[in-house]
Nanobody, 125 residues
Framework: QVQLVESGGGLVQAGGSLRLSCAASGSIFSFDDMGWYRQAQGKQRELVAS???????KYADSVKGRFTISRDNGKNTVYLQMNTLKPEDTAVYFC???????????????????WGQGTQVTVSS
């Protein structure tokens, strides 16, 4: 059983900063990509940032230059540093991770996708 638990959300004024953490627990073989999504009320979930095991990152255009994603492979933890927050950043932020395990056939592999419960980020004016 693998669980992802987000923390660090809260209420912050525009221009402020927050640092989100997502810690994985349980029996983990290996994580491939990890990332953050967000979903504002009445809108679809969107990718905020992702990071590969080697540290390659991608960001949504709306957060480039303001957010930074990072990970600690030894701790199976991913972080999202959010600076210069704007009211439009208000959303529930979800952590996700891809677990890679040996496949049912020798030499193959299986991938499993996990989601955290979400943490609320509210940016006020």
């Amino acid at each position: 059983q693998v669980q992802l638990v987000e923390s660090g959300g809260g209420l912050v004024q525009a221009g402020g900063s927050l640092r989100l953490s997502c810690a994985a627990s349980g029996s983990i073989f290996s994580f491939d990509d990890m990332g953050w999504y967000r979903q504002a009320q009445g809108k679809q979930r969107e990718l905020v940032a992702s990071i590969t095991v080697s540290g390659s990152t991608k960001y949504a255009d709306s957060v480039k230059g303001r957010f930074t994603i990072s990970r600690d492979n030894g701790k199976n933890t991913v972080y999202l540093q959010m600076n210069t927050l704007k009211p439009e950043d208000t959303a529930v932020y979800f952590c996700n991770a891809v677990e890679v395990v040996p496949g049912t056939v020798r030499g193959s592999r299986d991938e499993y996708y996990y989601w955290g419960q979400g943490t609320q980020v509210t940016v006020s004016s």
